[in-house]
């Protein structure tokens, strides 16, 4: 099957040429026919899949006939640099078109987005709290939305979004095509698609399981080692770059500071930073400025940075769901990637759900000598309130393999713990 079986008018057909895209993928091929039959669709599938086009494509092709200038398409996304990125898309793809997309965002200065605004925008790609802003100030009008698509559905959901989800959407025409997607159908979602949407047409691309090209390992750690841990995966092999997880806003700073100390290119992307920092962040990740880029699910969240060849969950995810859709940030496109996971003995139910969702057991590795607690007390760069301790790794500490899947009678690895202990 290719784009030509669609019948896209020749300007959104010269943009998927333009995009490079040779041919639809899964997702795209089962939510195309209904999407552009004007059907509510609800889509499910891993990030990196292609969902963005399969919505912004039949955006394009039914705004290419009507009304111009006015918005008659809105798409709700949870992060800003979500937000960004389908904006790119839809200009992107929609190149020849002669449509604009404008998103709408906080962070940055009102005014300078209602002048963008009223030079005139089909197609607003939002995130609900700004969105409701200008809705109240009177600023944007949505009732010419003739189409509404929320993507990451499950984030926005866990995000807290879906009392402005209400509101922006009492503002909305009745009657229109509306489109959800998301990477996880949690029961949340269930429910919202049954609120939201008027008998979808559901497409699940059936992924539960991450790509066979990532090779995933847990290792089983203390939390006081985990930072030891890290710097000692990261020396191992050249890390071309890796996404690293944490739970927290102020983990993520604060481990990219230690990864900075210690001579990596590292930084951070999380919510309590500014918009420009933000961008800055993402760009310098992409562009190979950063190699490491350590984040909160929050803010990482279907962001589509090619070429990740290390997932790192520094702290585990709250479900097995999120452990999938984080390691599908690798391996994409069928290179090589790698999924690592540091286990905390409080993760281990998390660890079990996750293995029995794919039917293995995943590959236990300890690093036998750790230095641990020096290095994880090492002060900050910054102003140190001990005399500096040297945050370099012990030439000794080598990992060791110890796959769970081998039969090898090898007795467990001991993880040691130095330091204090
Ligand atoms: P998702 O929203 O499912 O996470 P994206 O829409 O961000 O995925 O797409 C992931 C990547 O795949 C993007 O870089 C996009 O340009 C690319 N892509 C999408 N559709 C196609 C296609 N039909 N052919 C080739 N590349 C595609
Ligand atoms: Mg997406």
């Known amino acids: 099957m290719d784009f030509t079986s669609f019948s896209f008018a020749p300007a959104i057909n010269a943009g998927i040429t333009a995009c490079g895209f040779q041919a639809p993928t899964p997702i795209q091929q089962q939510t195309l026919p209904p999407a552009l039959a004007g059907h509510d669709v609800m889509g499910l599938a891993q990030t990196g899949t292609g969902k963005t086009a399969a919505f912004v494509l039949p955006i394009l092709q039914r705004l290419q006939s009507g009304p111009k200038g006015r918005t008659r398409a809105l798409v709700l996304a949870p992060t800003r640099e979500l937000a960004e990125q389908i904006t790119v898309s839809c200009r992107e793809l929609g190149q020849k078109t002669g449509l604009r997309a404008v998103s709408v965002y906080g962070g940055v200065n009102k005014n300078t987005q209602l002048t963008q605004l009223r030079r005139g925008a089909e197609i607003i790609v939002a995130c609900p709290g700004r969105l409701l802003d200008h809705l109240r100030d009177g600023a944007i009008k949505l009732d010419g939305v003739e189409v509404m698509v929320m993507d990451e559905a499950d984030q926005m959901c866990d995000m807290g979004f879906l009392p402005d989800i209400r509101k922006i959407l009492r503002h909305l025409p009745v009657k229109r095509q509306n489109m959800m997607f998301s990477a996880t159908m949690p029961p949340d979602i269930r429910r919202l698609a049954g609120e939201f949407l008027d008998n979808p047409q559901e497409v699940k691309i059936a992924a539960d399981r991450p790509s066979a090209t990532v090779s995933q390992t847990l290792f089983p750690v203390e939390a006081r080692q985990k930072t030891a841990l890290l710097l000692t995966l990261l020396t191992?092999?050249?890390?071309?770059?890796?996404?690293?997880?944490?739970?927290?806003?102020?983990?993520?700073?604060?481990?990219?500071?230690?990864?900075?100390?210690?001579?990596?290119?590292?930084?951070?992307?999380?919510?309590?930073?500014?918009?420009?920092?933000?961008?800055?962040?993402?760009?310098?990740?992409?562009?190979?400025?950063?190699?490491?880029?350590?984040?909160?699910?929050?803010?990482a969240r279907g962001l589509d940075v090619a070429k990740v060849s290390h997932v790192i969950n520094y702290d585990m995810p709250n479900t097995a769901e999120a452990y999938t859709h984080r390691i599908g940030r690798t391996g994409r496109a069928l290179c090589d990637g790698a999924a690592f996971s540091l286990v905390l003995q409080e993760d281990q139910s998390l660890v079990r759900t996750i293995e029995r969702g794919l039917g293995t057991t995943i590959e236990r590795r300890q690093l036998e000598s750790l230095v641990s607690d020096e290095l994880d007390n090492v002060p900050a760069p910054s102003r140190g309130r001990r005399p500096a301790a040297r945050p370099t790794a012990r030439p000794t500490a080598r990992p060791t393999t110890r796959s769970a899947a081998s039969r090898r009678p090898a007795g467990p690895a001991q993880v040691r713990r130095g330091g204090r202990g």
């Open 236 to 299: 191992e092999k050249p890390v071309r770059s890796a996404l690293v997880f944490t739970r927290t806003k102020h983990g993520a700073k604060k481990l990219a500071r230690r990864l900075n100390a210690a001579g990596h290119q590292a930084t951070d992307l999380q919510g309590n930073m500014s918009q420009n920092k933000r961008r800055a962040a993402l760009d310098g990740f992409r562009d190979g400025t950063f190699t490491i880029l350590v984040a909160t699910d929050i803010a």
